[in-house]
């Protein structure tokens, strides 16, 4: 059986589809002694280098889908020096560890973690508006009409970001918390929209993504396997 070689990278949990295109665009795959293209076709049998490093091709496959409760201080990078939320994990059975977006490493609670590159790219793609929730404490107390501006959309690097509903919580002599919801990704979109109003977030944490909630019985640095039938209320 032969496969498209981005779909048979993505299989392998390297990178997802889309990712795989880019690196075989840009020259870094080579099937056996050949520089890959677009459109090519592999099977098992053949020899795959990325960067000269050698691939095993598999393509019987094994999905798997984590919820892992993030601790500040960890990265979303697989390939760094420092703590990351892979350290802990067992060996995928297929592939290897994907995060499904990013959080920053001061930022705490739900991320998704697969060795399917393909789920992964269809839960980030823009065109699925997924929705986010989050618990943030903000230093100050943000007045209504700013409140208004964050829901009605405010512009950071070209684009309209807003959220779609913020319900405020418990409030001291000199913070408050809130809940909100989101559906883009972008890097520190919640930090960079309440920076707008001129209230700076000192803790986040999400708690939701699509209807999967962050179990309240997952201690941080934990992981929880995600049930296949469970799968359907992240997209």
């Not at 840009?26 to 050949?34: D, F, H, P, Q």
């Not at 095993?56 to 990265?75: A, R, T």
Request: overall charge positive; glycine content about 8%.
């Amino acid at each position: 059986m032969k496969l498209r070689l981005q779909k048979a990278l993505s299989l392998q949990g390297i990178a997802s589809r889309r990712k795989a295109e880019d690196l075989i665009k840009s020259g870094r795959v080579y099937i056996e002694e050949k520089k890959a293209s677009l459109g090519d076709k592999v099977s098992e049998k053949e020899n795959i280098y990325i960067d000269g490093k050698k691939i095993i091709l598999k393509f019987s496959f094994s999905e798997e889908l984590l919820i892992y409760n993030k601790p500040v201080g960890e990265l979303c990078e697989n390939n760094h020096k420092s703590k990351t939320i892979f350290d802990k994990l067992p060996k995928p059975k297929s592939g290897k560890w994907i995060s499904i977006g990013r959080l920053d490493i001061n930022t705490s609670g739900l991320i998704l973690i697969t060795n399917n590159g393909d789920l992964a790219n269809e839960i980030i793609h823009p065109s699925k508006n997924i929705e986010r929730e989050y618990v943030a404490r903000i230093r100050g107390k943000p007045k209504q009409e700013d409140i208004k501006k964050l829901l009605k959309g405010i512009k950071i690097d070209g684009i309209n970001v807003k959220f779609l509903d913020i319900v405020k919580g418990k409030e001291t002599t000199s913070h408050t918390w809130f809940a909100m919801v989101i559906t883009s990704g972008k890097n520190r979109s919640v930090r960079k929209l309440w920076g707008t109003i001129g209230h700076e977030v000192s803790r986040l944490k999400r708690v939701r993504i699509g209807n999967l909630f962050l179990p309240s019985n997952l201690r941080e640095g934990s992981f929880k396997r995600v049930k296949p039938s469970d799968i359907g209320l992240i997209k």
